[in-house]
Nanobody, 127 residues
Framework: QVQLVESGGGLVQAGGSLRLSCAAS????????MGWFRQAPGNEREFVAG????????NYADSVKGRFTISRDNAKNTVYLQMNNLKPDDTAVYYC????????????????????WGQGTQVTVSS
């Protein structure tokens, strides 16, 4: 089992930027894809971005393409989400998650394929 701890959330004005981090411990980080999800009040949790274990393949929700960038540092067991040009609709609790399957060749957006989750970090974007 892997333990995930997110950080970097906060309050920002529309058009601003935040960088989320997710530190992993407890199992080999570098062989699992990682994902970021978010959940706004009254909404279901949704996929935001994902990155393959090797870092060379990424996947984004249409709503964040061109504004968010996911990356990872396997030496530091950390995955990042750089969020630029933030909008009020981006307001949510953001969660990082680890893929259930090692060495998956693709990046999946189905939350059921992710087996370990962090506690979440709040991102609030004011207009």
């Amino acid at each position: 089992q892997v333990q995930l701890v997110e950080s970097g959330g906060g309050l920002v004005q529309a058009g601003g930027s935040l960088r989320l981090s997710c530190a992993a411990s407890g199992r080999t980080f570098s062989v699992f894809a990682m994902g970021w999800f978010r959940q706004a009040p009254g909404n279901e949790r949704e996929f935001v971005a994902g990155i393959k274990s090797t870092g060379d393949v990424t996947n984004y929700a249409d709503s964040v393409k061109g504004r968010f960038t996911i990356s990872r540092d396997n030496a530091k067991n950390t995955v990042y989400l750089q969020m630029n040009n933030l909008k009020p609709d981006d307001t949510a609790v953001y969660y990082c998650a680890s893929d259930r399957r090692a060495f998956r060749r693709t990046v999946v957006d189905d939350q059921n394929e992710y087996g370990s989750w962090g506690q979440g970090t709040q991102v609030t974007v004011s207009s």
